[in-house]
Nanobody, 127 residues
């Protein structure tokens, strides 16, 4: 059973930084694209960032470009989301998600294109 576990969320001030982690388990190898999504109260789940299995390609939603960085450590089966210059509009539950098609060159941005999900971690940015 594939499991994804996010950590690193919290309550921070505007302009602060946070690093989210997502540890995967339950399958051998890491040739899967992975992504971060977020969902604010009353809103749909929104794509934030994605990274290919080889870390060769990353994609970001425009609102976080230049502020957030997605990365991965395949040896530790973990992906990260480094967030800086946080804004109140970044407040949401952040979820990591994993593809189930190995070595895929396409980097999806829609939630329905990801197969495995974590439980989420709350990020609250206070002004």
């Amino acid at each position: 059973q594939v499991q994804l576990a996010e950590s690193g969320g919290g309550l921070v001030q505007v302009g602060s930084s946070l690093r989210l982690s997502c540890a995967g388990s339950g399958r051998s190898g890491t040739p899967y694209n992975m992504a971060w999504f977020r969902q604010a109260p009353g809103k749909e789940r929104e794509f934030v960032a994605a990274i290919t299995w080889s870390s060769g390609v990353t994609r970001y939603v425009d609102s976080v470009k230049g502020r957030f960085t997605i990365s991965r450590n395949n040896a530790e089966n973990t992906i990260y989301l480094q967030m800086s210059s946080l804004k109140p509009e970044d407040t949401a539950v952040y979820y990591c998600a994993s593809d189930n098609i190995p070595y895929r060159s396409l980097v999806p941005t829609r939630p329905e294109e990801y197969y495995y999900w974590g439980q989420g971690t709350q990020v609250t940015v206070s002004s």
